[in-house]
């Protein structure tokens, strides 16, 4: 594998369900960030994890709840979500949060469909 | 608060017919801009970094430069396959995060 993986591609759940999403970069970088694509919105950032420790949330509800293991796992933990929910959640990773070379990669994404 | 504007919305091209797609930012001490490319249904693409004005970086037909204000993305003789939405994003020094525009959508037609 190279690159920032996510699994699932897609996801179909209802508002009671409970999933998760989970992101994997093998690029050896240091910060992985989630965020969140709605059509005809900009990328929205959620969370950015550095060194495994979060360092921005970017006021989401607390019905998503992220999780980083280690620098490279980074996962998203949904719960009670609503279908304005509904939308493309992308994983990113780059060398480090706030340094000279913050070029981010990006996953394929998730496709999150909340009935 | 930092602000992107991309323009226009929306692109469509003959094949072979150049053109620019503008990225208007502001930030208070800009770190980076960075432009990306997505295909339907995948991941933002990496393409460019540029740091400071009078910047410029070249990749195949593809050529990004930077002022002050502003970020163009120059297509030279563009294929069909270049077709895809272009983003743009800014990072303000000591910042996190990067703050993207809506985007241009471009297509080309053969």
């Known amino acids: 594998e190279t690159g920032v993986t996510q699994t699932p591609r897609h996801l179909v759940m209802g508002m009671t369900n409970k999933k998760s999403l989970k992101c994997e970069q093998h690029?050896?970088?240091?910060?992985m960030y989630w965020y969140k694509q709605s059509a005809k919105k900009p990328l929205e950032l959620m969370f950015v994890?550095?060194?495994?420790?979060?360092?921005e949330n970017n006021s989401v509800p607390s019905r998503f709840s992220p999780e980083c293991p280690n620098s490279s796992h980074l996962f998203l933990h949904l719960h009670t979500l609503q279908p304005e929910d509904s939308a493309l959640y992308l994983c990113?990773?780059?060398?480090?949060?706030?340094?000279?070379?913050?070029?981010?990669?990006f996953g394929p994404g998730t496709r999150l469909t909340v009935l | 608060e930092d602000q992107v504007t991309q323009s226009p919305e929306a692109l469509r091209l003959q094949e072979g017919e150049s053109s620019s797609l503008n990225c208007s930012y502001t930030?208070?001490?800009?770190?980076?801009l960075f432009w990306y490319r997505q295909d339907p249904g995948k991941g933002p693409e990496f393409l460019f970094t540029?740091?400071?004005a009078g910047e410029e970086k070249e990749k195949e037909r593809l050529k990004a430069t930077l002022t002050k204000k502003e970020s163009f993305l120059h297509i030279t003789a563009p294929k069909p396959e270049d077709s895809a939405t272009y983003l743009c994003?800014?990072?303000?020094?000591?910042?996190?995060?990067?703050?993207f525009g809506q985007g241009t959508r471009l297509t080309i037609n053969p």
């Open positions: 990113a990773s780059s060398p480090e949060p706030s340094g000279t070379y913050n070029e981010q990669f």
């Open positions: 690029l050896g970088h240091n910060a």
């Open positions: 994890y550095s060194l495994e420790e979060r360092v």
């Open positions: 930030v208070s001490g800009l770190r980076g």
């Open positions: 540029l740091y400071s």
């Open positions: 994003a800014v990072q303000e020094k000591g910042a996190q995060k990067l703050v």
